[in-house]
């Protein structure tokens, strides 16, 4: 399989990005664009900070999308989120611009993103956004 040109992380040693400005998401053309298809990406280790207390708020996130013309690269992807541990940002605030930067590097045909936070308080938090959701096909 031939990796596109334009894909600098993949296949390479680089460093960790400090903050989701300076990161790069890549993606790569959709190989069944003619296809209506799901991809699920899932990961138990994302954090941020909270912007009142300073303190790390851990998240099991999980990314669905259906790709139009692009698909996301996944270790740039995970750059991306790494990037987060340093960002302070309420939990709604993380989800939404998860999305926003997901949408505006692939402009899929629907996504969601899911936050699923640590308790604080004793309440967990859940926050949900969706890109397109009237194109959701599962």
């Known amino acids: 399989m031939d990796t596109p040109q334009n894909l600098s992380l993949l296949g390479k040693h680089s460093e960790f990005f400090r903050t989701p400005e300076e990161a790069k998401l890549e993606a790569f053309p959709n190989r069944s664009p003619h296809r209506r298809y799901t991809v699920t ?3 138990h280790e994302f954090s941020s900070l909270c912007p009142v207390t300073g303190q790390p708020d851990s998240c ?3 990314i669905t999308y259906s790709p139009a013309e692009k698909v996301v690269e996944t270790k740039s992807l995970k750059y991306y989120l790494v990037s987060f541990r340093n960002y302070a ?3 709604e605030q993380v989800v939404n611009r998860i999305l926003d ?3 505006a590097a692939v402009a899929p045909a629907w996504m969601k993103v899911e936050g699923r ?3 604080r308080g004793g ?3 859940t926050c949900t956004a969706e890109h ?3 194109n959701r096909s599962v």
Request: aromatic share 10%; net charge negative; hydrophobic share 50%.
């Open 132 to 134: 397109k959701p009237e």
């Open 41 to 43: 990406l899932d990961t």
């Open 89 to 91: 940002a309420f939990n």
């Open 101 to 103: 930067d997901l949408v």
């Open 60 to 62: 099991h996130l999980t």
């Open 117 to 119: 936070f640590g308790a």
């Open 123 to 125: 309440i967990q938090l």
